[in-house]
């Protein structure tokens, strides 16, 4: 796996997952969304320690900053 996620990137998806993570513990959510929010938080926060996202490989995107030569 190369990597394909640059810090930035990496930074946004996991204050993403602790948002829904506050929501999820405040009671703001709850049933199937709390499911399908918290299924997507563990997903971005894999995906950000990976520094891999999958879904960035059919698209060719990468967010990673390109080596000076």
Do not use: E, H, Q
């Amino acid at each position: 796996m190369k990597k394909n996620m640059g810090s930035a990137d990496k930074i946004i998806r996991l204050l993403l997952a602790v948002g829904v993570a506050v929501l999820y513990f405040t009671g703001t959510i709850s049933g199937t969304l709390a499911i399908v929010l918290g299924v997507l938080a563990v997903v971005f926060v894999a995906t950000s320690f990976m520094s891999f996202c999958p879904l960035y490989l059919p698209f060719g995107i990468s967010t990673c900053k390109k080596a000076s030569s």
